[in-house]
């Protein structure tokens, strides 16, 4: 696969150094209505990087401030570089009571043997894990929705523009489409627009991102919504 940063060598081959987790949990519900559960492990540039619960090996996420509802913290000191109380330091609304709701990524499979997830896509991360594992074989269903800013001036839908970007990880597709991809060492990768059905070709998890080659200057998110159908 194509790596557009050091962040991502790092969550996908667990060389990341992390301190090791307490049972507590920390709660951070999205503005599209999401829940993320873990422990907050940093915060720096307005971002908070969060360590899925129960999760093994450890998995780590990265949230930008802008798409974040509230953050509860479960009685833990706040993690390095976040003072809270400062309005551009934290989100508008007040943190809340703990709650001990289970991680969206827990999706159990359905009576017909299908997956489905809901995945906010970052347009400033390289790859976002859909907490997806799928099989050769399997039928893959997935719809976006959104508008994701590419810079001060651009902005797409995941569909993506007509722009050019000779950097971009498929050159001959919309810059700012939504893409995806299964599996950590692969470059197949598979424009999916706005809504997109296709049959896996491998086994792996499934991951999504934004066509663009640099994304450092990005903000906002995809919703896409991921279903996979069980190869019998």
């Known amino acids: 696969m194509h790596y557009r940063s050091a962040l991502w060598l790092g969550f996908l081959g667990g060389a990341l150094a992390l301190p090791s987790l307490p049972l507590k949990a920390d709660t951070i519900r999205l503005k599209n209505g999401q829940t993320v559960i873990g ?13 899925y ?18 953050v509860e913290f479960d ?9 809270g109380g400062g309005r551009d330091d934290q989100p508008s609304n007040p943190p809340e009571p703990p709650r001990r709701d289970p991680p969206p990524a827990r999706v159990p499979p359905t009576t017909t043997g299908g997956l489905t997830q809901t995945v ?15 099989r050769r074989g399997d039928r893959i269903r997935v719809s976006a929705r959104g508008i994701v800013r590419l810079d001060s001036r651009r902005q797409s ?6 722009d050019d970007d000779p950097d971009k990880l498929m050159p001959g597709r919309p810059t700012g489409g939504l893409i995806a991809v299964i599996g950590d060492d692969n470059n197949d990768f598979i424009f999916i627009g706005s809504s997109r059905e296709f049959v896996a070709q491998r086994s792996g ?28």
């Not at 422990?39 to 360590?51: A, L, Q, T």
């Not at 833990?76 to 003072?83: F, T, V």
């Not at 839908?157 to 007509?162: E, M, N, R, S």
């Open 39 to 51: 422990k907050i492990v940093r915060y720096e540039n307005r971002r908070f990087v969060i360590v």
């Open 53 to 70: 619960e129960r999760s093994s090996p450890a998995t780590q996420a990265t949230i930008a401030l802008e798409d974040i509802e509230s």
């Open 75 to 83: 009685g833990r000191p706040l993690p390095p570089g976040y003072a």
């Open 120 to 134: 906010s896509v970052s347009a400033r991360e390289d790859w976002t894990y859909t907490q997806l594992d799928v």
């Open 157 to 162: 839908p995941p569909d993506g523009i007509a």
């Open 205 to 232: 998890k499934l991951y999504l991102s934004v066509n663009e080659g640099d994304l450092s200057d990005n903000s906002g998110s995809y919703e896409a919504r991921v279903e996979v159908q069980r190869n019998p």
